[in-house]
């Protein structure tokens, strides 16, 4: 098989300034582009902060996303970033995903895991609640963002392990790298063994895939 690089970006967003977090992606992007990455993850609301989870920040404009999708069509990559969104006349949690071959992203409400498969354009999003009942067969990953405290992330942790070995799936995980959210970007192998593991800090965790079966690696952000 070919092999598959992937990795989650670490790290805490400036609240409230869009312009500043979408330089710092493009920053993790380049990088994990040196990694010959496929497919890269960002934190829940990567790209707006927020100082309070009972008022959001409006949601950008998509005009001013324009450099992630260029980004995603110039090295070929796959990008998952966390946004607020609104529905039914409110702000809830959700993601952007831009496609290598996609004139304009895709936008979903956070907690639904996002599932990929190596030399595949099919992209399936389902909400981790119904325990994988809607997941693709092709899916050889499942990328999640996160940012919660250290309990809840115990229970999260322990829940995506049993999802990996239960569906035989590889599961990436990206949270926030400092603040009162520490740490805890990983990536299991499909059969729940954790293969790296991230702690404070703004890094990538990259996973790589290949005949051998995965090996994972942290990398600093310079």
């Known amino acids: 098989m070919l092999t598959w690089t992937i990795a989650a970006a670490q790290y805490t967003p400036r609240t409230g300034d869009v312009a500043e977090n979408i330089t710092r992606h493009l920053r993790f992007i380049d990088a994990a ?42 090295h070929r990559m796959t990008i998952i970033a966390g946004l607020p969104m609104e529905k039914e006349g409110q702000r809830i949690k959700g993601i952007v995903i831009f496609t290598p071959d996609d004139a304009a992203p895709s936008k979903h409400q956070q907690g639904h895991g996002t599932c990929l498969a190596p030399g595949s354009d099919q992209i399936s999003v389902f909400e981790l609640n119904t325990e994988g009942c809607e997941l693709s067969h092709q899916a050889s990953l499942l990328a999640t963002v996160s940012c919660m405290a250290e309990l809840q992330q115990q229970r999260t ?14 599961v990436l995980k990206s949270n926030y ?23 404070a800090g703004e890094l990538l965790v990259t996973g790589r895939k290949s005949a051998q079966g995965w090996q994972g690696e942290i990398i600093p952000l310079r």
């Open 33 to 74: 582009a040196e990694q010959a990455c496929k497919v890269l993850i960002f934190p829940e609301l990567s790209l707006t902060g927020s100082a309070d989870e009972h008022a959001l920040p409006a949601p950008p404009p998509d005009s001013q996303l324009r450099p992630l999708r260029d980004a995603a069509q110039r």
């Open 157 to 170: 942790t322990q829940r995506l392990q049993r999802f990996a070995h239960k569906y035989a799936i590889a």
């Open 177 to 199: 790298g400092c603040g009162t959210f520490s740490g805890g970007s990983a990536l299991w192998d499909e059969n729940g063994q954790l293969i790296v593991r991230a702690d």
